[in-house]
C-alpha cells in the first residue's frame, strides 16, 4: 500500500524551529512534486512549500525566508525546515505528492497530517 507518512510536529515557542519529515512507502516507481499543505483552524488548507523531482522550490510568500524543503530521492522523503516560527504558522502540516505506483497510473496522496502549534 503506498503510503505518506509525517512526522516531527510538536510545541515550540515563537522563534523557535522545528523540522518536519515525510517519507514514503510501498511500491513506488516514481516520486514527482513533493508538497507541504497546511490548515489552521477554521481556514482552508493552504500550500506552504513544493520541490519538484529535480529539487526546483516554491514558497508561499507568508513562510519565504523562514522555511525550507528538501527532498531525498533515494530515501523517498520530504522534509521541511521551519526557523523563526510565529504563532500563525500555528496548524495541521500534510504531506503531499504525486507518485507513480507500480502497475498504476499516476496519483496523488495525502499524508494524515502533523499538529504544529507555535505558542508561549
Known amino acids: 500500500q503506498v503510503q505518506l507518512v509525517e512526522s516531527g510536529g510538536g510545541l515550540v515557542q515563537p522563534g523557535g524551529s522545528l523540522r518536519l519529515s515525510c517519507a514514503a512507502s510501498g511500491s513506488i516507481l516514481v516520486i514527482y512534486d513533493m508538497r507541504w499543505y497546511r490548515q489552521a483552524p477554521g481556514k482552508q488548507r493552504e500550500l506552504v512549500a513544493s520541490i519538484t523531482i529535480g529539487g526546483s522550490t516554491n514558497y508561499a510568500d507568508s513562510v519565504k525566508g523562514r522555511f525550507t524543503i528538501s527532498r531525498d530521492n533515494a530515501k523517498k522523503t520530504v522534509d521541511l525546515q521551519m526557523n523563526s516560527l510565529k504563532p500563525e504558522d500555528t496548524a495541521v502540516y500534510y504531506c503531499?505528492?504525486?507518485?507513480?505506483?507500480?502497475?498504476?497510473?499516476?496519483?496523488?496522496?495525502w499524508g494524515q497530517g502533523t499538529q504544529v502549534t507555535v505558542s508561549s
Open positions: 503531499n505528492a504525486d507518485m507513480l505506483p507500480v502497475l498504476r497510473l499516476v496519483e496523488n496522496y
